[in-house]
């Protein structure tokens, strides 16, 4: 039972336009969530996260919402630049096990000059 | 500033042989996090500690795995005997505080290749 899913393996855009990468979780007491950011040969890097306790985290061109009544959170990029090619995970976690981040299985953006 | 290091990168090894991945977290951060990445599984938990201690192991496959973190500096993740589908990248991380309130700093990784 995969409880964060990130349905799309892959999304391509051209510079300069919008990225939208989505995922869903079906743990309810998940309430915390997490982006990360995965170049090849490295170790994933942290991008933005949000509390459930809100809808909405915004870090320069990365933003993050979050539908609770949907289970549902998207990571936007605008403007989408070449060097945010990689691979996004998406991370969840409950305040009751506040230790154990649940990853999806990532989904590789290519941005195209 | 040191990141969180891994060794070795990469290890090549035959099947029943044993092998020991290491790493060696920020300095400060008191919770350290083994991670494996598969192709079939993705991203998976395999242990974590908290201040040394072993907080959950239950994402450990079986008894061939074990895990140790003797100090606050160092920590290994033992497989014996290996096995081919052991093959995947082992990854550390460590975080000042617990995964999900923290952001976790990730190592780059220990890629294993069973043979």
């Known amino acids: 039972d995969q409880q964060v899913k990130q349905n799309s393996p892959s999304l391509s855009v051209q510079e300069g336009r919008i990225s939208i990468l989505n995922c869903d979780y079906t743990?309810?007491?998940?309430?915390?969530f997490l982006w990360y950011k995965k170049y090849p040969a490295e170790g994933p890097t942290f991008l933005i996260s949000i509390s459930s306790i809100k809808d909405k985290n915004e870090d320069g061109r990365f933003t993050v919402f979050l539908n609770k009544s949907a289970k549902h959170l998207s990571l936007h990029i605008v403007p989408s630049q070449p060097g945010d090619s990689a691979v996004y995970f998406c991370a969840a976690s409950a305040n009751t096990n506040a230790g154990k981040s649940t990853f999806g299985d990532g989904t590789t953006l290519t941005v195209k000059p | 500033d040191a990141g969180v290091i891994q060794s070795p990168r990469h290890e090549v090894t035959e099947m029943g042989q044993e092998v020991t991945l290491r790493c060696k977290p920020i300095?400060?951060?008191?919770?350290l996090f083994w991670y494996r990445q598969t192709m079939m599984r993705g991203l998976e938990l395999l242990i974590y500690?908290?201040?040394?201690?072993?907080?959950?192991d239950s994402g450990m496959p079986e008894d061939r795995f074990s895990a140790k973190m003797p100090n606050a500096s160092f920590s290994t993740l033992k497989i014996q005997p290996s096995e081919p589908r052991d093959s995947a990248v082992y990854f550390c991380?460590?975080?000042?505080?617990?995964?999900?309130?923290?952001?976790?700093?990730f190592g780059e990784g220990s890629r294993l290749t069973v043979l």
């Open positions: 300095s400060g951060h008191n919770s």
């Open positions: 500690f908290n201040n040394n201690v072993p907080i959950d």
């Open positions: 991380a460590s975080s000042f505080g617990l995964a999900g309130r923290w952001e976790l700093f």
């Open positions: 743990n309810s007491m998940f309430d915390y």
